[in-house]
């Protein structure tokens, strides 16, 4: 019966040890599928970062290009 006892125990603890590795893959699934979505949110914020400073150069370009042309038009053409 010494026997049986010890294969019992170690049959419990095997159980215990899968519910745990189980436990330990779930959360490590979580731990990833939140870092992925953190991924996804902050990439998100860098594509409209770089849209709203693509505006931004755009905006100075064309601002900066109708200064030049007023520039332009007010000096006195020389010959």
Same mark, same amino acid.
């Given at each position: ?8 125990d ?7 040890? &899968?519910? $745990?590795?189980?436990? *330990?893959? @779930?959360?490590?699934?979580? #731990?990833q599928?939140?870092?992925? =979505? ?15 400073? &693509?505006? $931004?150069v755009?905006? *100075?370009? @064309?601002?900066?290009?109708? #200064?030049?042309?007023?520039?332009? =038009? ?6």
């Amino acid at each position: 019966m010494g026997d049986q006892g010890h294969q019992d125990d170690l049959a419990v603890a095997m159980q215990l040890m &899968q519910q $745990h590795m189980i436990q *330990m893959q @779930q959360t490590i699934q979580a #731990q990833q599928d939140a870092a992925e =979505q953190k991924i996804d949110e902050l990439t998100a914020k860098v594509d409209q970062l770089l849209k709203n400073n &693509q505006g $931004h150069v755009f905006s *100075m370009e @064309q601002a900066t290009a109708g #200064q030049i042309q007023n520039q332009n =038009q007010r000096q006195p053409q020389s010959n």
